[in-house]
């Protein structure tokens, strides 16, 4: 029927507007700054750089392989590799920024950079009140880090999905080096 859509938009409006003064469900805002309301799961601002350990530099994931780098549409990441290696998660050698900024002014927060990482090192965070009184919108890497309790607290599902592949990769490398540490029988 002509103008049904309308009136099904009329009633839900009426029913939201009435429903508001008892049903705590039906108030879609909040008294902000005074109440704030949880982001969803799913909700993300700009990215962040993960870290194990208690070292929030020296525990950071990223190994400096470039690839969010090449693949941020706006060009907004830079990465200078450091020189020196660490082992990471599997004992495996890997390089690690000694640069790592990403210009939160030009950033448009799409997640292209956390998709493609093929580290689980860079994730998309869920902070949305950066103002200040400052002017300096460039983040650099000890202002990126953040622990992956943080990650599992913002992002639980994923972040427990990750945690779990990492583990399975970690008990097969170990499989692996116990078994060429085993002296072949003559
Ligand atoms: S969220 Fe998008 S624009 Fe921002 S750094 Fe990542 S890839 Fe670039
Ligand atoms: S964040 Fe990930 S994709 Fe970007 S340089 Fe580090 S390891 Fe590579």
Known sequence: ML??????GFMETGRNFCGSYYDPERLTTVQYPEERLEPQANARTIPFLIYDGSDPIGGL???ACTICEQECPAH????????AKKPDY??????HPKVFDIDTAVCMECGICAEVCPFDSIKMDQVFERAGSHRRLTLHKDDLSKSNEYYNKIH???AAAVDAARAEEQ?????????A???ATP
């Open 156 to 158: 639980p599902a994923e």
């Open 61 to 63: 994931r990223c190994t």
């Open 90 to 95: 599997l004992g495996k050698m890997q390089l």
């Open 171 to 179: 008990k097969k490398a170990q499989a692996r080096k116990a078994a």
């Open 181 to 183: 540490a085993v002296p």
């Open 3 to 8: 103008g049904l859509g309308i009136l099904k």
């Open 76 to 83: 907004c990441i830079e990465i200078v590799k450091d020189t």
